[in-house]
Protein backbone atom coordinates (compact mmCIF):
# COMPACT_ATOMS: atom_id res chain seq x y z
CA UNK A 1 0.00 0.00 0.00
CA UNK A 2 2.98 2.71 1.01
CA UNK A 3 4.08 2.08 -2.25
CA UNK A 4 1.43 2.48 -4.27
CA UNK A 5 1.11 5.92 -2.69
CA UNK A 6 4.80 6.79 -2.93
CA UNK A 7 5.59 5.29 -6.23
CA UNK A 8 3.88 7.75 -8.30
CA UNK A 9 6.28 10.34 -6.74
CA UNK A 10 9.18 8.17 -7.50
CA UNK A 11 8.17 8.35 -11.15
CA UNK A 12 7.78 11.91 -10.91
CA UNK A 13 11.25 12.65 -9.57
CA UNK A 14 13.09 10.61 -12.33
CA UNK A 15 10.69 12.20 -15.20
CA UNK A 16 11.47 16.02 -13.72
CA UNK A 17 15.00 15.04 -13.38
CA UNK A 18 15.47 14.16 -17.04
CA UNK A 19 13.47 17.51 -17.94
CA UNK A 20 16.00 19.46 -15.88
CA UNK A 21 18.97 17.19 -17.71
CA UNK A 22 16.81 18.23 -21.22
CA UNK A 23 16.95 21.87 -20.21
CA UNK A 24 20.70 22.54 -19.31
CA UNK A 25 21.98 20.63 -22.69
CA UNK A 26 19.70 22.96 -24.57
CA UNK A 27 20.78 26.30 -23.10
CA UNK A 28 24.78 24.66 -23.68
CA UNK A 29 23.69 24.15 -27.00
CA UNK A 30 22.41 27.83 -27.48
CA UNK A 31 25.50 29.00 -25.36
CA UNK A 32 27.66 27.17 -27.55
CA UNK A 33 26.61 28.11 -30.82
CA UNK A 34 26.18 32.24 -29.69
CA UNK A 35 30.23 31.91 -29.35
CA UNK A 36 30.92 29.90 -32.41
CA UNK A 37 29.10 32.44 -34.63
CA UNK A 38 29.93 35.53 -32.49
CA UNK A 39 32.87 34.79 -29.91
CA UNK A 40 35.38 36.24 -32.37
CA UNK A 41 33.67 39.57 -33.04
CA UNK A 42 34.65 41.97 -30.24
CA UNK A 43 31.71 44.02 -30.48
CA UNK A 44 29.29 41.60 -29.79
CA UNK A 45 28.64 40.69 -26.01
CA UNK A 46 29.58 37.85 -24.69
CA UNK A 47 27.38 34.41 -24.56
CA UNK A 48 27.29 34.44 -20.39
CA UNK A 49 25.40 38.58 -20.98
CA UNK A 50 22.86 37.09 -23.37
CA UNK A 51 21.55 33.74 -21.81
CA UNK A 52 22.66 35.29 -17.82
CA UNK A 53 18.96 34.98 -17.02
CA UNK A 54 18.61 31.73 -18.29
CA UNK A 55 21.79 30.21 -16.67
CA UNK A 56 21.11 31.92 -13.37
CA UNK A 57 17.07 30.89 -13.39
CA UNK A 58 18.00 27.21 -14.55
CA UNK A 59 20.53 26.66 -11.96
CA UNK A 60 18.00 27.41 -9.22
CA UNK A 61 15.15 25.50 -11.13
CA UNK A 62 16.24 22.15 -9.64
CA UNK A 63 16.12 23.05 -5.80
CA UNK A 64 13.01 25.04 -6.22
CA UNK A 65 11.44 21.79 -7.52
CA UNK A 66 13.19 19.69 -5.54
CA UNK A 67 12.22 22.03 -2.54
CA UNK A 68 8.18 21.70 -3.62
CA UNK A 69 8.09 17.88 -4.20
CA UNK A 70 9.85 17.34 -0.93
CA UNK A 71 7.17 19.26 0.40
CA UNK A 72 4.43 16.78 -0.95
CA UNK A 73 6.68 13.87 0.18
CA UNK A 74 6.68 14.84 3.95
CA UNK A 75 2.51 15.65 3.25
CA UNK A 76 2.36 12.54 2.11
CA UNK A 77 3.79 10.61 5.38
CA UNK A 78 2.34 12.61 7.52
CA UNK A 79 -1.52 11.29 6.18
CA UNK A 80 -0.27 7.72 5.81
CA UNK A 81 0.92 7.89 9.40
CA UNK A 82 -2.01 9.60 10.22
CA UNK A 83 -4.42 7.26 8.56
CA UNK A 84 -2.67 4.00 10.42
CA UNK A 85 -4.08 6.05 14.10
CA UNK A 86 -7.04 5.96 12.47
CA UNK A 87 -7.23 2.39 11.34
CA UNK A 88 -5.89 1.23 14.92
CA UNK A 89 -8.87 3.43 16.74
CA UNK A 90 -11.54 1.85 14.10
CA UNK A 91 -9.93 -1.69 14.80
CA UNK A 92 -9.81 -1.28 18.20
CA UNK A 93 -13.34 0.22 18.75
CA UNK A 94 -11.40 3.29 20.67
CA UNK A 95 -13.48 6.49 21.42
CA UNK A 96 -9.58 8.24 21.43
CA UNK A 97 -8.14 9.08 18.42
CA UNK A 98 -4.70 11.02 16.92
CA UNK A 99 -6.84 14.44 17.03
CA UNK A 100 -7.12 13.92 20.68
CA UNK A 101 -4.02 14.04 20.97
CA UNK A 102 -1.98 16.81 22.69
CA UNK A 103 1.32 16.76 20.99
CA UNK A 104 2.85 19.40 18.47
CA UNK A 105 2.70 18.22 15.01
CA UNK A 106 0.97 15.53 13.26
CA UNK A 107 3.55 12.97 13.57
CA UNK A 108 4.21 13.86 17.30
CA UNK A 109 0.72 13.49 17.84
CA UNK A 110 0.90 10.07 15.78
CA UNK A 111 3.80 8.83 17.67
CA UNK A 112 2.16 9.46 21.01
CA UNK A 113 -1.16 8.30 20.18
CA UNK A 114 0.50 4.91 19.37
CA UNK A 115 2.88 4.50 22.71
CA UNK A 116 0.71 6.18 25.23
CA UNK A 117 -2.93 5.17 23.59
CA UNK A 118 -2.24 2.02 21.58
CA UNK A 119 0.66 0.90 24.45
CA UNK A 120 2.56 -0.13 21.82
CA UNK A 121 6.68 0.21 22.22
CA UNK A 122 8.31 2.13 19.66
CA UNK A 123 11.59 2.46 21.55
CA UNK A 124 13.25 0.10 18.61
CA UNK A 125 12.23 2.57 16.00
CA UNK A 126 14.19 5.58 18.25
CA UNK A 127 16.81 6.03 16.24
CA UNK A 128 14.89 6.38 13.02
CA UNK A 129 12.37 8.61 14.78
CA UNK A 130 15.60 11.21 15.50
CA UNK A 131 16.17 11.00 11.65
CA UNK A 132 13.06 11.88 10.77
CA UNK A 133 12.56 14.76 13.20
CA UNK A 134 15.88 15.92 11.41
CA UNK A 135 13.28 16.11 8.02
CA UNK A 136 10.85 17.61 9.71
CA UNK A 137 12.97 20.72 10.68
CA UNK A 138 13.92 20.87 6.98
CA UNK A 139 10.32 20.51 5.83
CA UNK A 140 9.21 23.42 8.43
CA UNK A 141 12.07 25.80 6.64
CA UNK A 142 10.69 25.14 3.66
CA UNK A 143 7.06 25.65 4.20
CA UNK A 144 7.46 28.17 7.01
CA UNK A 145 10.52 30.18 6.00
CA UNK A 146 11.98 29.80 2.65
CA UNK A 147 14.62 27.20 3.20
CA UNK A 148 15.96 29.15 6.09
CA UNK A 149 17.28 27.89 9.53
CA UNK A 150 18.55 30.43 12.30
CA UNK A 151 21.13 29.20 14.28
CA UNK A 152 21.16 25.39 13.28
CA UNK A 153 22.20 23.19 15.27
CA UNK A 154 25.45 21.18 14.92
CA UNK A 155 23.56 17.89 14.74
CA UNK A 156 21.04 19.18 11.95
CA UNK A 157 24.47 20.96 9.66
CA UNK A 158 26.27 17.12 10.07
CA UNK A 159 23.25 15.67 8.73
CA UNK A 160 23.31 17.92 5.74
CA UNK A 161 26.83 17.26 5.30
CA UNK A 162 26.49 13.58 5.83
CA UNK A 163 23.07 13.19 2.88
CA UNK A 164 23.99 13.23 -0.17
CA UNK A 165 21.60 15.72 -2.89
CA UNK A 166 21.28 18.34 -0.06
CA UNK A 167 23.66 21.59 1.17
CA UNK A 168 23.51 24.09 3.66
CA UNK A 169 24.36 27.52 2.47
CA UNK A 170 26.11 29.18 5.67
CA UNK A 171 25.87 32.77 4.28
CA UNK A 172 22.29 32.51 3.47
CA UNK A 173 21.38 29.68 6.55
CA UNK A 174 19.58 28.16 3.81
CA UNK A 175 19.46 25.07 2.26
CA UNK A 176 19.94 23.98 -0.82
CA UNK A 177 18.30 20.76 -2.84
CA UNK A 178 20.89 20.11 -5.41
CA UNK A 179 19.06 16.46 -6.80
CA UNK A 180 16.24 14.00 -6.68
CA UNK A 181 18.78 11.64 -4.03
CA UNK A 182 18.05 13.00 -0.85
CA UNK A 183 14.20 12.68 -2.03
CA UNK A 184 14.27 9.07 -2.87
CA UNK A 185 16.11 8.78 0.06
CA UNK A 186 13.64 10.63 2.06
CA UNK A 187 11.36 8.01 0.65
CA UNK A 188 12.45 5.13 1.91
CA UNK A 189 13.47 6.70 5.35
CA UNK A 190 9.99 7.55 5.83
CA UNK A 191 8.29 3.95 3.88
CA UNK A 192 10.49 2.22 6.02
CA UNK A 193 9.34 3.82 9.47
CA UNK A 194 5.45 3.18 8.48
CA UNK A 195 6.24 -0.59 7.53
CA UNK A 196 7.96 -0.99 10.99
CA UNK A 197 5.58 1.08 13.39
CA UNK A 198 2.80 -0.94 11.55
CA UNK A 199 4.30 -4.03 12.18
CA UNK A 200 5.11 -3.35 15.77
CA UNK A 201 1.62 -2.38 16.21
CA UNK A 202 0.44 -5.95 14.46
CA UNK A 203 3.26 -7.69 17.15
CA UNK A 204 1.60 -5.89 19.93
CA UNK A 205 -1.95 -6.71 18.98
CA UNK A 206 -0.87 -10.33 18.66
CA UNK A 207 0.63 -10.75 21.96
CA UNK A 208 -2.65 -9.58 23.30
CA UNK A 209 -4.64 -11.76 21.62
CA UNK A 210 -2.90 -14.97 23.17
Known sequence: MLDFKFDPIKAYLESTKDMILQQEQ?????????NKEHGHNPEMPDAFDIYEMEILNSSEF????????????????ENEFFELCEWCQKTENL??????????????????YITKVLNVDLDTLNEKWTEIKKYQLIRNSIAHNKG?????????LKFIENSN?????????????????????????????LAETAENIMNEKNKAST
Do not use: H, V
Open 148 to 156: IIKSPKNDI
Open 62 to 77: PNILNQSIYLTIYSTF
Open 95 to 112: KIGPNDIKEQGYIGQCRK
Open 165 to 193: GISFDTEKSSIKMESIEFLKTLIDKLTDF
Open 26 to 34: QLDAKYDKW
